[in-house]
């Protein structure tokens, strides 16, 4: 959905964001990119390759992850955010805490994307409405290390739209603008397979609800489990997923998502670009 987003490019395709991880733990690329520098230099390789915008975070948010201090965020995700967008880069920052969220925005970042979509710090819809970034609002209900027991839905779809509809009235009676906001149905949260397999096939149900939808189902486990080895039941290894969420990035595209978020960006830069030639030529007709 071409909306656009204040202080964003704006594209004729869906954007693509790259993930950097400047974590210890993340499930398929934690400590990878842990110094500083290796995190600028992956950033802009990622950039090189077609990224449209570069996501930091300095937290793991995996199933069973335990939070890091707010001190030691800062640390990792701050110097990242600022020598990036001094590089040139459309940097968002991917953080729960409203003081990460607003020194990151001071040092160059465009986007604030909250996994807790502003439950998990009550001050963060304050730093939202003043800073005027983008803001993502994933549909979430509880801290990973707590999530897997959250999955239970009448019907995921329309809960979660529900949900989101829900937690957009709050943040909107807070301050925050329409014009901020970005939704995301946030795969593997609180998710099961079935469940983020439902809500792709059904993103028309978020993209109704009239904001840029992010889709971000990079290397996650449900494409393990799709994939699994059909004799040992063993998993696809984490980082051998990319071919799936290129294809899962194409098919998003398609159905009218804003952005796809993506571990390894130039597969679905292909993929993205792809499906723009391809919409354009039917809208030739």
């Known amino acids: 959905m071409n909306i ?6 704006h594209l004729d395709r869906c954007a693509v964001m790259g993930v950097v991880n400047v974590t210890p733990d993340s499930f398929s690329d934690g400590g990878l990119w842990l110094d500083p520098d290796a995190a600028v230099a992956h950033g802009l390789r990622l950039v090189a390759q077609g990224a449209d915008l570069i996501d930091v975070g300095g937290e793991s948010t995996r199933p069973g992850a335990q939070r890091v201090t707010e001190q030691e965020e800062l640390r990792r995700v701050v110097p990242v955010v600022e020598a990036l967008a001094a590089a040139g880069a459309v940097v968002s920052v991917d953080t729960m805490r409203a003081r990460v969220a607003a020194e990151a925005v001071a040092a160059g970042a465009r986007l604030v994307n909250d996994v807790s979509g502003g439950l998990a710090d009550p001050g963060m819809a304050a730093v939202v409405a003043d800073t005027g970034a983008p803001f993502v609002v994933m549909h979430w209900r ?10 239970v839905y009448d019907d995921v779809v329309a809960d979660v739209t529900a ?20 939704l995301d149905p946030g795969l593997g949260f609180a998710k099961t397979a079935e469940h983020n397999w439902a809500l792709l096939g059904r993103l028309d149900a978020l993209t109704s609800l009239g904001r840029p939808v992010l889709v971000a189902a990079s290397r996650k486990r449900f494409l393990g489990t799709l994939l699994a080895n059909p004799e040992t039941g063993e998993l696809r290894p984490a980082r051998q997923r990319d071919d799936a969420t290129a294809a899962v990035s194409a098919l998003s595209a398609r159905a009218g998502a804003w952005a796809v978020r993506v571990h390894d960006v130039a597969g679905t830069a292909d993929a993205v670009r792809v499906v723009a030639a391809w919409q354009q030529a039917a809208r030739r007709g």
């Open 163 to 182: 949900e989101l509809t829900a937690r957009m009235a709050v943040l909107l009676a807070a301050g925050v603008k329409e014009e901020q906001l970005v």
């Open 4 to 9: 656009p987003l204040p202080g964003l490019p």
């Open 142 to 151: 509880g801290q990973s290390a707590d999530m897997d027991a959250l999955a």
